[in-house]
């Protein structure tokens, strides 16, 4: 298989998960079921779940009310090999917002819980934090998978298979950073084929891949890497906010920091950018995080 043909055959398939089946079952809540991607772990990828939760509370909206803001929680870790149920209540409908609540499960209990909020366009008041200066080009920059030699092939195909094109700034922590420590870090990013125009799914897109890369400003404060013996690491929590729209088969600059760390749980926090400087989404993210002592 040529690489273009591989690149389009990884978005299909993301394409296939975020195409969610809608049922007749239904009390008060609508019900939706969705696949899962295959993944080494074993475990569902914590973007995918939620970004089929927002496909799920956006099919219950008119298209001219999209998603401003989300709040999420990670319950319980998700087995890929199993197909996912989505149920959808209808918080509220006012003129202007609606408030929807998805839960996500496996086996008859919950693995994701959310509540996102959507609001008609409207005139008002605007500024943004500009984009940071002096950031590379996408283009003089390795894609993640060329830069990880001497791990495990496993790991290069989960790259390599994944629908996103990652290009780190600085070196990926698929393997040691040497003495580096510092909280941050910036991601170019985008899928590898074109998606439909349809803005609702480049929406749930950016949320995949928000919750990629995020948690690495965390470890890169304290030198950690995600190869490391002993690192355990899982996702609590998610909350991410739209500014403007944009496209995800576009490139985007990921810009990461972390403001805390403490009691096991480090603080995640990124600002999503067009290549032309505008502000599309803010994100934050708390994680679960042990690290072996001694490292």
Known sequence: ????????????????????????????????????HPMPTGRIYGGQVLAQ???????????????????GYFLRPGD???????????????????????????NGVPIFSMIASFQDEDPGVEHAEPLPEGIPDPETLDPD???V????????????????DIRHVDHPLYLPSGD???PRQAVWMRMRAPLPDDPRLHRAAL?????????????????????????????????????????????????????NARGGRGLATGRIYTRDG????????????????GA
């Open 1 to 36: 298989m040529s690489a273009e043909s591989h690149a389009i055959r990884t978005v299909e398939q993301l394409l296939e998960v975020l195409d969610l089946d809608s049922t007749q079952a239904r009390t008060t809540e609508d019900i939706f079921t969705g696949a899962s």
């Open 53 to 71: 939760s927002l496909i799920a509370a956006e099919r219950t909206l008119p298209e001219d009310r999209p998603v401003h803001s989300m709040h």
């Open 80 to 106: 890929s090999a199993q197909g996912i149920t989505i149920a959808v209540d209808r918080i509220h409908d006012g003129r202007s917002f609606s408030t929807r609540r998805s839960q996500a499960y496996q």
């Open 145 to 147: 998978e060329a830069t």
């Open 149 to 164: 030699e001497g791990l495990p092939g496993g790991t290069v195909r989960m790259l390599t298979d994944r629908a996103a």
């Open 180 to 182: 580096e420590r510092a």
């Open 207 to 259: 949320a995949y891949l928000s919750d990629m890369t995020i948690q690495e400003s965390i470890l890169r404060a304290h030198g950690v890497y995600w190869a490391l013996p002993g690192l355990k690491v899982a996702s609590l929590d998610h909350a991410m906010w739209w500014h403007r729209p944009a496209r995800v088969d576009e490139w985007l600059l990921y810009v990461q920091e972390s403001p």
């Open 278 to 293: 505008a502000l599309v989404a803010s994100v934050a993210q708390e994680i679960m995080i042990r690290v072996p002592e």
